[in-house]
């Protein structure tokens, strides 16, 4: 059974930093791409970030980049995402999910085969 659970999301001023974690059971992550995606009040599910398994590649959106940065521990099974400068905009909550084709990641959900519950991210001063 496939289970990712977020964590270290909270409440942050904005300027802050989190690092948001992704810890895998059921699954060996580096076999799969790893994707960070958000959802804010109202507004779609939108792709923040992800990894490639096949190279490590990685992409981000143009909302984060230089900000966010995504990286993957193998021996730890898990995938982080370190989130620098945070802004109120980046209010949402945080998910991670992994998708079978390892070779390649794309920034669109429907890719995706398995998901965290999310984790919950607000800046605020």
């Known amino acids: 059974q496939v289970q990712l659970v977020e964590s270290g999301g909270g409440l942050v001023q904005p300027g802050g930093s989190l690092r948001l974690s992704c810890a895998a059971s059921?699954?060996?992550?580096?076999?799969?791409?790893i994707g960070w995606f958000r959802q804010a009040p109202g507004k779609e599910r939108e792709g923040v970030s992800c990894?490639?398994?096949?190279?490590?590649?990685?992409y981000y959106a143009d909302s984060v980049k230089g900000r966010f940065t995504i990286s993957r521990d193998n021996a730890k099974n898990t995938v982080y995402l370190q989130m620098n400068s945070l802004e109120p905009e980046d209010t949402a909550v945080y998910y991670c999910?992994?998708?079978?084709?390892?070779?390649?990641?794309?920034?669109?959900?429907?890719?995706?085969?398995?998901w965290g519950q999310g984790t919950q991210v607000t800046v605020s001063s």
């Open positions: 999910a992994a998708d079978t084709n390892w070779a390649m990641c794309v920034l669109l959900s429907y890719e995706y085969d398995y």
């Open positions: 059921g699954v060996t992550l580096d076999y799969y791409a």
């Open positions: 990894i490639s398994s096949k190279d490590g590649r990685t």
